[in-house]
């Protein structure tokens, strides 16, 4: 930067300034995680746990654009830890455990064992990110396992086949904004409440979108808003989803349905008496998986009233995401 000024006075005035713009740049994360060594560590665990235990403001990791072949584990004690990519293509956690793999004891590492990343802090938010589990279509295989209450993802892809994202946290509130979710059986699953805003579903080969464990006592579980549903699989092989444990609640908001959609939209895994506990639910579907008079009879389609509780204020119980 050159600059030009006959005055000393107002050349120094504008060094400053631009001493000041340049030290903004420098000090706006904490922690920089770049694998050629320019920033302040080269994994992105390193910088995990720098992070001081129980801070109360925010702790930024800025992670440079590489394929970070890491099991990633962010304690409870890392707390409102915010992840920053620097490109959401090119910046990839990743790792390639799977169910059926075996431990150091000879132990299969199930699906809880199987994540590319664990994140049990609260308050944590990611950025134009991928998470990828890449051990392929070899049973369940987590991308990402989250527990912590309050997880805000926005621009962020999440690749793998089955059972991609493991909303794990009961009770906890998750909100994912235009992001993309990929996968095969049951690819989102777990207990926890979560709203899909505007977000990109792409189903493979054929399955199930969701597998909700909702609590009874927890009035939301899955909502997804005007999400686009698409994917490679074949037309009419993919529910909808199915309860994982009874009283699963699962609603679809003006979204845009792929013909991948099967007409009944709904199962109810071989067990009637989910028919009674499990909440299935749509409002105003579009596109040529959208057929409400096709639907299983116990599924619902919501009245004007009822979709206008869907707001992010009586979902998450007050918090407001990315504010």
């Known amino acids: 930067m050159t600059l030009q000024c006959k005055s000393p006075i ?10 000041q713009a340049l030290f903004a740049k420098v000090v706006a994360y904490d922690f920089v995680v770049a694998q050629d060594g320019s920033g302040n560590f080269k994994t992105v665990q390193e910088a995990i746990n720098a992070v001081p235990d129980f801070r109360k403001r925010i702790t930024t990791i800025y992670i440079k654009k590489g394929v970070y072949k890491e099991k990633l584990v962010l304690p409870g004690s890392k707390q409102l830890v915010k992840l920053i ?3 959401v293509q090119q910046t990839i956690l990743t790792y390639d455990d799977f169910a059926q793999k075996k431990n150091q004891f000879g132990e299969e590492k199930g699906t809880s064992g199987s994540s590319s990343f664990y994140i049990y802090g609260d308050g944590f938010t990611a950025e134009n990110i991928t998470f990828e589990n890449s051990s392929g279509p070899v049973g369940q295989a987590v991308a990402v396992w989250v527990a912590g209450d309050k997880s805000a993802f926005k621009n962020c892809r999440f690749l793998g086949f089955q059972d991609t994202l493991y909303t794990y946290g009961k009770g906890s509130r998750q909100y994912y904004k235009d ?3 990929e996968g095969t059986v049951d690819f989102i699953f777990g207990s926890s409440t979560a709203l899909f805003d505007e977000c990109e579903i792409f189903a493979k080969k054929g ?11 927890t009035r939301f579980g899955y909502v997804f808003l005007k999400c686009k549903i698409k994917g490679d699989a074949p037309d009419n092989s993919f529910y909808l989803g199915r309860p994982w444990r009874p009283y699963a609640k699962t609603v679809f908001i003006k979204c845009n349905l792929g013909k991948i959609i099967k007409p009944e939209g709904w199962d109810h895994w071989g067990k009637e008496s989910n028919k009674q506990t499990a909440f299935y ?3 105003k579907s579009k596109g040529p998986g959208a057929a409400p008079s096709k639907r299983v009879s116990w599924s619902h389609q919501l009245r004007d009233e009822e979709a206008k509780t869907y707001t992010i204020d009586n979902i998450f119980r007050g918090w407001q995401p990315f504010k």
């Open 10 to 19: 107002l050349f120094f005035i504008a060094l400053l300034l631009s001493s």
């Open 85 to 87: 990519g620097e490109d």
């Open 179 to 181: 992001c993309y979710i």
């Open 207 to 217: 399955g199930y979108l969701t597998a909700a464990s909702t609590p009874d006592t």
């Open 281 to 283: 639910a749509e409002y």
